[in-house]
């Protein structure tokens, strides 16, 4: 069953791009896929095009279903469809897998183009597959808008990670972002935040399945460090109160004085570990990660953000939750403060909100009347 | 070299137990032993005894040094010494490794009573060493104290999870101590506390090491399970500032666009997992863990902890401190209220630091004058 206002039933489409890409380590990927849905039309003067960019184990699936009976919808379905806040009887709404993800775009999972001797197999990149940045996702984007003749973008929106690709949008294509939405995002990471990064793929790497990240052939999944990494995760999407409020110290059962599951915390977060071994590649969490770590637009200008800011054009509206611990408000406030030190157009919203990094995924009223009243003023 | 005001050279004292213990699960531990150390001497009327109880990977070595040559002092020897905030001049201080640990009291690694089987080997207790509890750990501590021919303690001290320790002293024996010194604790853990519990312990028994925890009969350690379990409490012991001062986004060298050590940070977690997981034994660490999970004296009162504390008589210092996320000065404030709610007497001191949960392992001269403070009026 479709809900009301859905986008409906989407179709996943796959760009092809034969022209090398030149990657911030140095590297380059001689040739690439890009796969990604649309929703809604692009109007004539093809000024009415929003993007949207995922986050760490996001997708193209943004919106819709693939069939009536599909039990989940796109990710961010409860942001986007007619009349909904991204409204996509205005917006042409494109979602799209990022480079190294594991979903359909070039990563390592995906097959290696083969070489010119024919004797060679085809095989996964495997840990061939190059560390990509925020800079190469935004590359690899602008590309795809190439490839579907889109100029200029009438808003790029984002969380978390994805709210990093938004805002490097506005640094590396000043003239081709109108607006752009950061939400639940930081100009980079913690020493803190990067330390769980570090944790989840020391975790991965030295799963004894994981083989160097060459697993494919041995026909292995690191199962088990994928699932602890996931479990972690999730300690950090959300807060400690809504972790408080959702389970407490709730118990399942009597106390056995075991190591079994005994409060109902673990079972969520072993389901939720499961879960996520059997479907994600260890290889994309990896470089996932990586790309969050690097992300530092104001590396190069010796910290400071607000020169690395210092070409920007867009306008802006950014958004944080207060009960995030992983990208607090704080860290939006500086991307806030860089950006008025440009002197440029900027919303800020601080939404109360109990659910930490999660937030931004959810439907909550306050937060999407935000976006709604924002992107309704987004000019097409 | 001995520092000034050292304790000096110590030995450790093990003492043997032949009289059951009942412990909270049911199990019954038929004997046990206890290692333990003592600094300064007991007065004459047996009154000046101070119990130390330790944390998650602390020990019965918490002063001094066992030769001229070790490099380091015991876990807590900023604290303990003559002229020391607790003064060995005045006070006989005891330090205890906890059943269940894996310094030489009976724990998981150590060998298990032979049957009267004689052709049974000596073998370690393994998987088969019961679950113990911080009323467990208190009620055999107490045996220790019996058998110094000890009935009262002048005071009994802990951070974190010896603070715990301190707290049940005075709900199962009010008679017998006059003073608890509460620090960096808590009435019991969160829910995300406990969920950084059971993701190490996830990490440690899904590590294909660790063979259902009999990991000494096939000559295994869970090397890589243990290492990320200590990856993961050094950044839940540290506050997010502590991380930010002291590694910041600091890179080692030029980004190499890898896995391998890019950021400072990453060295130093490394480093400690790596340390850890060579000297600590994984079956206590599973065991640790479980008994923060599980200590919640009000669980049998309806959550009521002003209740739970109704019979204790003894008076207290609760000292807590900013940065400590782990177990925040909200937690501290809990147990005072309750303490409060009972007319009894509380010193409260919330200390400014930086370094997080860490902080009451530190010689900051704030906290240690109140300790000092405190102390010196406790009378013997």
């Known amino acids: 069953m479709l809900e009301n206002n859905s986008v409906g039933i989407v179709t996943a489409q796959t760009a092809h791009f034969s022209e090398p890409l030149t990657l911030q380590s140095g590297e380059v990927l001689p040739q690439f896929d890009v796969v990604f849905e649309t929703y809604g039309t692009l109007n004539a003067a093809k000024s009415n095009t929003v993007l949207?960019?995922?986050a760490l184990s996001g997708n193209h699936h943004v919106a819709g279903k693939y069939a009536e009976t599909d039990k989940n919808a796109g990710w961010w379905d409860n942001l986007i469809g007619p009349n909904?806040?991204?409204?996509?009887?205005?917006?042409?709404?494109?979602?799209?897998?990022?480079?190294?993800?594991?979903?359909?775009?070039?990563?390592?999972?995906?097959?290696?183009?083969?070489?010119?001797?024919?004797s060679e197999k085809d095989q996964p990149y495997g840990a061939s597959f190059p560390i990509v940045t925020v800079e190469d996702w935004v590359n690899s984007q602008a590309r795809l808008l190439n490839h579907l003749g889109i100029?200029?973008?009438?808003?790029?929106?984002?969380?978390?990670?994805?709210g990093m690709q938004a805002l490097q949008w506005t640094i590396a294509f000043p003239e081709r972002v109108k607006h752009a939405l950061i939400i639940a995002a930081a100009p980079n990471l913690t020493a803190q935040n990067m330390a769980f990064n570090e944790v989840a793929r020391q975790a991965i790497m030295?799963?004894?399945?994981?083989?160097?990240?060459?697993?494919?052939?041995?026909?292995?999944?690191?199962?088990?460090?994928?699932?602890?990494?996931?479990?972690?995760?999730?300690?950090?999407?959300?807060?400690?109160?809504?972790?408080g409020e959702k389970f407490g110290r709730k118990l399942k059962d009597k106390i056995k004085y075991s190591f079994d599951v005994?409060?109902?915390?673990?079972?969520?977060?072993?389901?939720?570990?499961?879960?996520?071994?059997?479907?994600?590649?260890?290889?994309t969490y990896l470089r996932m990660t990586r790309a969050l770590d690097y992300y530092d637009p104001a590396l190069g200008y010796g910290g400071d953000l607000s020169q690395a800011l210092k070409n920007v054009k867009a306008k802006f509206l950014v958004v944080s939750f207060t009960s995030?611990?992983?990208?607090?408000?704080?860290?939006?406030?500086?991307?806030?403060?860089?950006?008025?030190?440009?002197?440029l157009t900027v919303s800020y919203a601080e939404v109360t909100a109990l659910h930490g990094h999660d937030a931004f995924l959810m439907p909550d009223t306050h937060y999407h009347n935000i976006l709604r009243g924002y992107l309704s003023k987004v000019e097409v």
């Open 324 to 343: 995030d611990w992983r990208f607090s408000p704080e860290r939006s406030r500086e991307i806030v403060k860089a950006l008025l030190d440009n002197e």
């Open 84 to 118: 909904k806040p991204l409204d996509t009887n205005k917006f042409f709404v494109i979602g799209l897998n990022n480079l190294g993800g594991c979903h359909g775009s070039s990563g390592p999972s995906s097959l290696k183009p083969k070489s010119s001797h024919k």
């Open 52 to 54: 949207v960019c995922h």
């Open 206 to 243: 030295t799963d004894p399945e994981f083989y160097d990240g060459d697993y494919y052939a041995h026909k292995t999944v690191p199962r088990r460090g994928l699932r602890i990494a996931r479990m972690l995760g999730h300690i950090t999407y959300l807060s400690d109160n809504a972790m």
């Open 151 to 162: 100029t200029q973008l009438a808003a790029v929106i984002g969380g978390s990670l994805g």
């Open 262 to 283: 005994e409060f109902e915390m673990e079972s969520y977060l072993r389901y939720q570990g499961d879960k996520f071994a059997g479907e994600f590649d260890a290889n």
